[in-house]
T-cell receptor, first 113, second 116 residues
Framework: GAGVSQSPSNKVTEKGKDVELRCDPI?????LYWYRQSLGQGLEFLIY????????KSGLPSDRFSAERTGGSVSTLTIQRTQQEDSAVYLC???????????FGPGTRLTVT | AQSVSQHNHHVILSEAASLELGCNYS??????LFWYVQYPGQHLQLLLK??????LVKGIKGFEAEFIKSKFSFNLRKPSVQWSDTAEYFC??????????????FGRGTQLTVWP
C-alpha cells in the first residue's frame, strides 16, 4: 500500500516568507509526527498528533512554527517569516496503531536563502 | 525529561568486522525500543524493535539488539558488517505512561562507515 507522502519534496524560499509543508499519513494511522533533520543534528522532534487528543507541541522551536491536522488525516506544518536556520529536511511519520512502528515519509528539503 | 544517548557519533569499520552501537535511555517505566536506519539518500526505515518478551531481538539484514533493563540499554549488534551497511543508525524510545503511548524520543544518530 501507499506509504507516507510529503510535499513538496524540495522548497527554496526567501528569508521572511511563509511556507507550508504537507504530510499525508498512511490510512488508518492515528498518530502523526513531525521532525526536523539538520546536518549533524540528528532528528529533532517538533510536534505529535494522536487521534483527537491535544497535540504535543513541546518540540516546536518558536512561535513561528505551527501545525494542524485536519480530519485526523492530512497534516500541514507552517513556518512563518522563515529564517536561514530553518533550513533542514522536515520529516513526517505516522504510527501503525497495533505494532507502534513509525513509518517515515521522504521528507521536504527546505532551503531558506 | 526523557533522553536517549548514542555513545558513538561516527564508527568506521572494515568489512567483516563486528559491530556494536551503544544506546541508553533515561526512563524507568515501560518502554518500546527501536533502531532505525537511514541509508544514503533514502527514508528512515525500521531495523528492529523490542516491545516485550525475549530481550534479544533480531531484525533485518542480520542485525540484532539486546534490551538490558537494569542498564537501560538497547545496543545494536551485527557479527560481520558489509559495505552496504554504511548508513546512519538511530536508536529511539517510546514510553508508556499508564495506557498512553507518548512521543518517540530519538538519539542523535551514529554514522557507520564500512570500508570494503
Amino acid at each position: 500500500g501507499a506509504g507516507v507522502s510529503q510535499s513538496p519534496s524540495n522548497k527554496v524560499t526567501e528569508k521572511g516568507k511563509d511556507v507550508e509543508l504537507r504530510c499525508d499519513p498512511i490510512s488508518g494511522h492515528t498518530a502523526l509526527y513531525w521532525y526536523r533533520q539538520s546536518l549533524g543534528q540528528g532528528l529533532e522532534f517538533l510536534i505529535y498528533f494522536q487521534g483527537n487528543s491535544a497535540p504535543d507541541k513541546s518540540g516546536l522551536p518558536s512561535d513561528r512554527f505551527s501545525a494542524e491536522r485536519t480530519g485526523g488525516s492530512v497534516s500541514t506544518l507552517t513556518i512563518q517569516r522563515t529564517q536561514q536556520e530553518d533550513s533542514a529536511v522536515y520529516l513526517c511519520a505516522s504510527r501503525e496503531p497495533s505494532t507502534y512502528e513509525q513509518y517515515f515519509g521522504p521528507g521536504t528539503r527546505l532551503t531558506v536563502t | 525529561a526523557q533522553s536517549v544517548s548514542q555513545h558513538n557519533h561516527h564508527v568506521i569499520l572494515s568489512e567483516a568486522a563486528s559491530l556494536e552501537l551503544g544506546c541508553n535511555y533515561s526512563y524507568g517505566g515501560t518502554v518500546n525500543l527501536f533502531w532505525y536506519v537511514q541509508y544514503p539518500g533514502q527514508h528512515l526505515q525500521l531495523l528492529l524493535k523490542y516491545f516485550s518478551g525475549d530481550p534479544l531481538v533480531k531484525g533485518i539484514k542480520g542485525f540484532e539488539a539486546e534490551f538490558i533493563k537494569s542498564k537501560f540499554s538497547f545496543n545494536l549488534r551485527k557479527p560481520s558488517v558489509q559495505w552496504s551497511d554504511t548508513a546512519e543508525y538511530f536508536c529511539a524510545v517510546n514510553a508508556w505512561r499508564g495506557s498512553t503511548l507518548g512521543r518517540l524520543y530519538f538519539g542523535r544518530g551514529t554514522q557507520l562507515t564500512v570500508w570494503p
